[in-house]
């Protein structure tokens, strides 16, 4: 099953997230599960055990059970698929 993002209207669902300019989720850590972010638009960075990757449309950031940080340098909307 192919799904392609660019050919679908933009929805809002539980999970999804606007993090503005300069924006940021702030340091958290997932007990119980990984942290998975889809980037559905914008840019930014995500630091994960103290490595800094960049973010960016179409990527998927996967945090195991450690510290990190997602923040925005472009407005970006992300899908998180962690609890």
């Known amino acids: 099953m192919l799904l392609d993002f660019n050919d679908m209207k933009e929805i809002t669902a539980p999970g999804m997230n606007a993090i503005h300019i300069g924006g940021s989720i702030g340091l958290h850590k997932h007990e119980t599960s990984d942290d998975i972010n889809y980037v559905l638009s914008g840019n930014g960075k995500a630091i994960c ?25 472009q407005a970006m909307k992300i899908y998180s698929l962690s609890q």
């Open 49 to 73: 055990d103290g490595k800094e990757e960049i973010l960016r449309k179409g990527t998927c950031h996967i945090c195991k059970k450690v510290l990190n940080i997602v923040s925005s340098i």
